[in-house]
């Protein structure tokens, strides 16, 4: 009982289930403490299974407002499958508005497969990995830029190698109905939750689904509609259940590719970045990307930064305030489907 997860949800069992994914951790206030971290279960007779997740970073927020509120509004007698919700995965990071973990440093979408016996961000990724992610179909992860970036609103996937699931992630992806999308390439031992998903044998989707912790109408539109179409997709839900208003039927995305460390550019030293170009402009190689300054130096003229390759502006820095390390902006390269 002092390490091991607990988790209320019998996967077998129709109907709603409502409870705390449970993980010990004992502190100076508390030496029984618990992670309490919320799950809902709908499961109506055989069909699709979903797992719908956010609040892997902390400070992302269209997922976890609208899983929230999925959780108030699903009706499990409307539903075919089941559907599985986790709208604050890293509560502890959730509740103090960071990215990872105050308890334990843990940024849970680098900690994955996890350990069962380490800290509680770590036993949390084993337990998506190796228990929750495997038992459904798709899992869908939803993230944004976080505090720190601004993110052109996408829905992503990882390139894996079974041939037949990366396929079925690239149709279910074009459902969502973003008008970009994009394939990122980390590798079969990727720390992230689509690699656990890869690795757990179920289909892995995910997104930035804004930036900057906050929500705007738009990206929270855009969520909507996104997970509305998903569950519309896989057959379990008829019709949309988060978007007010009609959803219009899902266009083809601009398919991106981010793979490479010379598509984004990285911060030297201290400084002031200021970005020149918006999130989804068309660049060439040695276009204009920004300016960095020192306002330690004032006499110095701000340095003029260039692509080193050409692309669609996805992400940049949000904090002008940079140190050597930040990624400041990043391109990602227009691909065919
Ligand atoms: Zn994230």
């Avoid at 992806?173 to 008008?179: N, V, Y």
């Avoid at 990122?184 to 689904?209: H, K, Y």
């Avoid at 995305?253 to 999130?279: D, K, M, N, T």
Wanted: charged share 20%; aromatic share 6%; net charge negative.
């Amino acid at each position: 009982m002092h390490s091991e997860i607990t988790n209320p949800i019998d996967y077998a069992q129709d109907g709603r289930q409502t409870g705390h994914v449970a993980i010990p951790f004992s502190i100076d206030r508390s030496p029984y403490y618990q992670i309490r971290v919320p799950i809902l279960r709908l499961k109506n007779g055989e069909g699709p299974s979903v797992l719908l997740m956010a609040g892997n970073h902390g400070d992302e927020y269209e997922g976890e407002l609208h899983l929230g509120r999925l959780m108030r509004l699903l009706d499990v007698s409307k539903l075919r499958g089941a559907v599985t919700i986790l709208p604050m995965a890293n509560l502890p990071a959730v509740m103090a508005a960071k990215r990872s973990s105050p308890l334990d440093g843990g940024n849970l979408n680098r900690a994955f497969p996890g350990d069962p016996a380490g800290t509680p961000t770590a036993r949390l990724a084993h337990f998506l990995e190796a228990q929750l992610f495997p038992a459904h179909d798709v899992v869908l992860d939803l993230h944004s830029g976080g505090t720190s970036m601004a993110h052109l609103p996408c829905t992503l996937i990882e390139r894996q190698a079974d041939a037949g699931r990366f396929q079925r992630s690239l149709d279910l992806m074009r459902a969502m109905g973003a008008s970009h999308s994009f394939i990122a390439d980390n590798g079969p031992a990727a720390p992230t939750s689509m690699g656990a998903a890869a690795r757990s044998g179920t289909i892995g989707l995910s997104g930035e689904f804004g930036g900057g912790g906050t929500v705007t109408p738009q990206t929270m539109a855009f969520t909507a509609a996104a997970i509305d179409r998903l569950l519309v997709a896989l057959g379990i839900l008829e019709s949309p259940v988060l978007s007010r208003g009609q959803v219009a039927a899902a266009g083809s995305p601009q398919l991106l590719s981010l793979s490479r460390h010379s598509q984004g550019i990285y911060a030297e030293r201290r400084g002031w970045f200021e970005p020149a170009v918006p999130l989804g402009a068309t660049v060439a190689a040695g276009d204009l990307a920004g300016w960095y300054h020192d306002l330690e130096r004032l006499d110095e003229t701000e340095e003029a930064l260039h692509f080193v390759e050409g692309g669609i502006v996805i992400s940049h820095r949000l904090h002008c305030d940079s140190r050597a390390g930040d990624c400041l902006i990043q391109v990602a390269e227009p691909i065919d489907g």
